[in-house]
């Protein structure tokens, strides 16, 4: 399953009529950068209506603030589903936050390799 959604990305990606943002949009998931308290780079939380909002920090570079957005996608793709909140604070190296900047390295390649 992990696959598949990775390559449904993948695939809308490569389509020339589909952004990823128009993906992340057409999936219910919306992001806004404003200012974070220093070191918070991002969160994401599920409104009332099912729609996601991923929150980054606006002083993150360009680079960071797209890490950090699929970072974030990560955990609403596969720990959103099982978990109806996760809180944490020093999660860096936890198993759940490993996965999800595995998953942002992986994604942000294929991107780059995509629009570049």
């Keep these: 399953m992990e ?3 990775k390559q449904e990305i993948i695939d809308a990606l490569q389509d020339t009529y589909i952004s990823f943002e128009e993906w992340a949009r057409s ?3 919306y992001y ?10 991002g969160f994401v939380y599920k ?10 920090d606006k002083n993150l570079t360009k680079q960071m603030q797209q890490e950090v957005f699929m970072h974030e ?3 609403i793709l ?5 978990k109806n909140y ?7 190296h936890t198993s ?21």
Excluded: C
Aim: charged fraction near 15%; charge should be negative; aromatic fraction near 12%.
């Design 3 to 5: 696959d598949d959604i």
């Design 27 to 29: 999936n219910n998931i």
């Design 32 to 41: 806004h950068t404003t200012r974070l308290p220093s070191g918070f780079w």
């Design 47 to 56: 409104s009332a209506y099912s729609n996601y909002f991923i929150i980054i």
């Design 73 to 75: 996608v990560e955990h």
């Design 78 to 82: 596969y720990h959103s589903p099982k």
């Design 86 to 92: 996760i809180i944490g604070l020093d999660m860096q």
């Design 96 to 116: 759940i936050e490993n996965a999800a900047d595995g998953f942002a390295s992986e994604m942000i390649g294929i991107i780059s390799g995509i629009s570049g």
